[in-house]
């Protein structure tokens, strides 16, 4: 029974990995329709580049410097062993890794995915705004340094879990923490071009393919049941059934929510609003 438990605890996380991962493709739809033309090849080229970067600098050193066990004052690692490259544990192939949860490969797996979407977060804020190189730098240094040691403050036993602190699927690690980076980016950048006219009013930069924007969103929805639901970290099936009621009732609430705002103030339908209200 508890070999069965654990093959259909990884088989589920395994899952829930591959729903992630296609969320990226979700992102690049999203971006691509939301913006001109004129950046959808510097869009893919982010997103492509996000995903590979991401999980190989996640493979060299983000997963052990966001578990590496030990901590000093509670904010840094205070050793650097095995910090290049994963070293895997006598268990970590069986039950006894993780209480039973899945192996080390499926965790490295799971939350690497979770270290590249936390750079697509930036990537959608910054679109027309910045040249790929310096957006290839940036990702170097939020991937491969930035995230894993925030989210070593929670998940790696940090002062902020000493503090009781809880994060269910990342929304303070991953979401909140991804928004103040682009918030930051976005200060420094400046509004896009084109987006101010020469009086100062705000010009209208409708998105060019608006059927490419709605398909990313629904790939994102369908991402974001593995995304939330895979954090549950089992097959359990009370708790994963009421995330993924509770994920699929708050993206149509929002979206509706936005729908409304938007109609009750500019007498429009407008799809855009719509889509990132789902978000």
Known sequence: MENTLFTVNNVWMMICTALVFLMHLGFSLLEIGLTRQKNTINILFKNVFIISIGMVLYALVGFNLMYPGTFMAGVLPNYFIDLFGLSIPENGLTAEYASGGYTYWTDFLFQGMFAATAATIVSGAVAERIKLGSFMIFTI???????????????????????????????????????????????????????????????????????????????????????????????????????????????????????????????????????????
């Open 141 to 279: 240094i939020y991937v491969g340094i930035v995230y894993p040691i925030t989210g070593s403050w929670k998940w790696g036993a940090g002062w902020l879990d000493k503090l009781g602190f809880y994060d269910f699927a990342g929304s303070t690690l991953v979401h909140s923490v991804g928004g103040w980076a682009a918030l930051i980016a976005v200060w420094l950048l400046g509004a896009r071009i084109g987006k101010f006219k020469k009086d100062g009013s705000i010009g209208v930069i409708p998105g060019h393919n608006m059927p490419f924007a709605t398909t990313g969103v629904f790939l994102l929805w369908l991402g974001w049941f593995g995304f939330n639901g895979g954090s549950v970290l089992s097959a359990n099936p009370a708790a994963t059934s009421l995330v993924l009621v509770t994920t699929c009732l708050a993206a149509a609430t929002g979206g509706l929510s936005a729908f409304l705002v938007s109609l009750l103030k500019y007498k429009q339908y407008d799809l855009s609003m719509f889509l990132n209200g789902i978000l």
